[in-house]
């Protein structure tokens, strides 16, 4: 192989790597913000329904009573819990895309 032709592959190949790294930063963005759409609308759609047990349209703590600051706390927790779950969910199936092996094609 000469010269010029190792030197064309090498471009060639740099080119398809830097391509790989631009996609695989779209998938992993495009995927975080689908799973953040999903378990914040699910939190949102939570408190839509509930919010009225914890006086949703002005929290304020220090003016709830007892059995308002329960369900505000248990709101707190259960939103935390989704969230959490939802991050883990995210970086699981990216690790397990990451450990795929991938050939990507410029052809649709």
Same mark, same amino acid.
């Not at 996609?23 to 009225?52: H, M, P």
């Not at 709830?64 to 989704?82: A, G, H, V």
């Given at each position: 192989?000469? #010269?010029?032709?190792?030197?064309? /592959?090498?471009?060639?190949? $740099?080119?398809?790597?830097?391509? =790989?790294?631009?996609?695989?930063? =779209?998938? /992993?963005? !495009?995927? $975080?913000?689908?799973?953040?759409?999903?378990?914040?609308?699910?939190?949102?759609?939570?408190?839509d329904?509930?919010?009225q +047990?914890?006086?949703? /349209?002005?929290?304020?703590?220090?003016?709830?009573?007892?059995?308002? !600051?329960? #369900? #505000?706390?248990?709101? +707190?927790? +259960?939103?935390?819990?989704?969230? /959490?779950?939802?991050?883990?969910?995210? $970086?699981?199936?990216?690790?397990?895309?990451?450990?795929?092996?991938?050939?990507?094609?410029?052809? !649709?």
């Amino acid at each position: 192989m000469s #010269y010029s032709e190792k030197r064309r /592959d090498f471009k060639r190949q $740099k080119s398809s790597s830097s391509a =790989n790294e631009a996609s695989w930063s =779209n998938i /992993d963005r !495009l995927i $975080k913000k689908r799973f953040q759409t999903v378990f914040v609308g699910a939190v949102s759609k939570i408190e839509d329904r509930f919010g009225q +047990l914890w006086g949703s /349209d002005e929290i304020d703590e220090e003016n709830m009573t007892s059995q308002q !600051l329960k #369900y #505000y706390n248990i709101f +707190l927790e +259960l939103r935390d819990e989704i969230f /959490d779950q939802g991050n883990d969910q995210r $970086k699981k199936l990216m690790k397990e895309i990451g450990d795929l092996k991938v050939k990507v094609s410029s052809k !649709l």
